[in-house]
């Protein structure tokens, strides 16, 4: 059974960083691709970033340059580092594994200005 958790979501200033996690489980997380995904208030859900089984990345446009997807395949970790922070990057933050299509629970960023 494919389970997702993150953590690492908290309150933080404008222009902070935080570190997320989505620790896999019930599967073999290494042959799969992963994403994190994130949901605003009064939006639509909206791809973060990915990155495939062999560590290929992509980002939207909104985070380049700022937000680093990364995993630890030894681990079954998904990690999304996250630095100069913006208000706009409030959201509830979720893992996904692409091939199964499962989501975590969500960890809310809120980003104060």
């Known amino acids: 059974q494919v389970r997702l958790v993150e953590s690492g979501g908290g309150l933080v200033q404008a222009g902070g960083s935080l570190r997320l996690s989505c620790a896999a489980s019930g599967y073999r997380f290494s042959m799969n691709p992963m994403g994190w995904y994130r949901r605003a208030p009064g939006k639509q859900r909206e791809l973060v970033a990915d990155?495939?089984?062999?560590?290929?990345?992509n980002y939207a446009n909104s985070v380049k340059g700022r937000f680093t997807i990364s995993r630890d395949n030894a681990r079954k970790m998904l990690y999304l580092q996250m630095n100069s922070l913006k208000p706009e990057d409030t959201a509830v933050y979720y893992c996904?594994?692409?091939?199964?299509?499962?989501w975590g629970q969500g960890t809310q960023v809120t980003v104060s200005s």
């Open positions: 990155i495939s089984s062999g560590g290929t990345t």
């Open positions: 996904n594994d692409a091939y199964y299509d499962s």
